[in-house]
């Protein structure tokens, strides 16, 4: 059956995306961070202290106590891994660097523990259950740190495309202040300039009319378009726009609005895979199946309660109830450790703590990706939108200009050389110095004419590029990248073609927007070539990509980009790759293209 169930493909999505956060925050450089050390010790003197030493209050000091010395000591060994994984080049290697690291770490810290709290207290070493506590040792460190890890990740990527993105759009927001100022001295400029013209041109039909008086004029009249034609094509940073500064929200969160349920289950998962170890050591398989049988209804309990009672509310708010429910459910899953561990075992109390505590850390997390990617979404419209404004309307700016040098050169300069030519071979007549004035009259208005429609299509707000948008538009781009463009002869002549020119020009602008998301450098290459009946629009950028390369339709602008788009990795740059039809009139509407499977390699190659 075509396209097959929706459902299956979304949790395949999913599972997929959350692969390549996980691996890519492991990946990143900074999986043993700061932040990784503080929260490791709050988890050791709490949820994964010594427990099995602990009978009564100075037992639970003494717990404590060895718990941090534990993890201070494991720190200390993994300081020659953090200072590796900084050094070393390849992603993987360092992926495969920390875990490892933390798995050993995770795996001798039971050793490492017994070792301290004999030495300090001169006990007997308990080593029962030794399996249970290495397990679940190794997955709490590794499940724990790698939640930090992408916590950590997704902030940072927000911070950084989000700096990018508005610096750019700040750059573009000068620009509109240049187009502003540039708009107002044309029309200061342009009816003025008219008035000289008919002006000269009266005193000159007033005095004797001669050969080398109707060149003179008409040198006037040259100068004048010439004038318009360099302003036409003046760069728009050369133009001193009005001040104005640019603010940037900084306002502070609370840190209730930085939780986000985390989907359905994860919580309760990683919970149980952390608890059913050790009960399953205390009380053998039944009770480690109670766990299972009591926790997963709990916790699932848990995240529908939460969706419930937050639905429509603040965020504020959404983190005031998810704490609430999930210190409820440590509550009840201290109620069932109790009966599965016994009334005498102090271990029953750690759901109390632990369950609320990874509850919170993976909500934490989840908002940080999510807020990730909404940041970059809306930053990404934002500089696409005000490119892409600023381009029309800038080439909305120039046209009345190049519309006035076309009219002065051909018009009214082409009349001035046919009374020239007359009043060289005869005397004018009333006829013909009359009907020299109306033609140049007709010619003026024009003008003012078509300055009067391009205010009025302003103020209607329906601009339209035409074919020069593409050149405009790296214009415009040029203020916030350093662009080097390289477009072929076949493609330049394509691309006389409005409607193919603005569809390339959407394309670039969407290049441009990635380069500014994927590089921290300032430099931008555009290539645009014929190849079998299709223009081939590429534009890249130093960089690393941040998330899942993906095709056409994944991406932000999936509605433009249409099949065949792919963005991916080449080398140290990020190139994002577009097929453009020569032909639009049969062109299908963009269908989206072939997912690639999320194990598939991270990114294509090209030659």
Partial sequence: ?????????????????GAHVWWDAVSSGAFLSPAALWISILISVTVMAPFQHFGDVAGFAHVVFVGF?????????????????RRLRRASHRGILVLTAVALAAGI????????????????????????????????????LS????????????????????????????????????????????????????????????????????REYSEVVRAASHRLEERAALDLRAVEGDTGEH??????????????????????????????????????????????????PVTLAADALIRWLSRGRSPARRGRVLVAVWLVAGVAMTVVAWGILG??????????????LVAIALAACTDAIARAADSAHRLETVLSLVARTLTAKTASARRPLRNAAHVLHGRV?????????????????????????????????????????????????????????????VATWSSVLGVSSDISPEATDALQEPALSRRVA?????????????????????????????????????????????????????????????????DDAVVLEVPVPLSLDGAAAPTPAARRPWWAPRASRVG
């Fill in 506 to 570: 959407t394309v670039v602008n969407e290049g441009f927007v990635n380069a500014i998301k994927h590089s921290e450098a300032r430099k931008v290459w555009l290539s645009v070539d014929v190849a079998d009946g299709t223009l081939i629009v590429r534009t890249w950028s130093i960089g690393v990509l941040d998330r899942v390369p993906v095709a056409g339709t994944d991406l932000r602008a999936k509605d433009v980009l249409g099949t065949g788009a792919r963005i991916y990795q080449r």
């Fill in 109 to 144: 810290r039971p050793f490492v523990n017994e070792a301290i709290y004999v030495g300090l207290y001169d006990a007997a070493p308990d080593l029962d259950g030794l399996g249970a506590r290495i397990g679940s040792n190794v997955f709490v460190w590794l499940a724990g």
């Fill in 1 to 17: 059956m075509a396209g097959g169930d929706p459902a299956p493909a979304a949790l395949r999505r999913r599972i997929g995306l």
């Fill in 413 to 473: 300069q082409g009349r001035c050389v046919l009374l020239a030519a007359a009043a060289d071979e005869w005397e004018l007549t009333p006829e013909d110095i009359e009907t020299f004035r109306r033609e140049t009259d007709a010619a003026f208005d024009s003008i003012l004419a078509f300055i009067a429609e391009a205010d009025s299509a302003a103020l209607e707000g329906t601009l339209q590029s035409a074919h020069e948008d593409l050149f405009e538009l």
């Fill in 247 to 296: 603010t940037v929200d900084t306002a502070s969160r609370s840190p209730l609005t930085m939780l986000r349920p985390a989907p359905y289950l994860l919580t309760g998962f990683v919970f149980l895979t952390g608890a059913v170890p050790y009960a399953h050591h205390v009380n053998g398989p039944w009770a480690a199946l109670a766990a299972i049988l009591a926790g997963a």
């Fill in 69 to 85: 010395l534990g993890v201070a000591a494991l720190a200390l060994l993994l300081v020659p891994v953090a200072l590796a994984e």
């Fill in 147 to 214: 939640i930090i890890a992408m916590t950590v990740r997704s902030v940072e990527l927000t911070r950084g495309s989000r700096r990018r993105l508005t610096d750019a759009i700040a750059a573009l927001t000068a620009g509109r202040r240049r187009l502003a100022r540039f708009e107002s001295e044309n029309r200061q400029m342009l009816a003025p300039l008219i008035s000289s013209l008919r002006r000269r041109r009266d005193e000159m039909l007033g005095g004797t009319i001669d050969f080398a008086a109707v």
């Fill in 343 to 356: 009334p005498t075992d102090p271990t029953r109390f750690v759901p109390l703590i632990s369950l609320p």
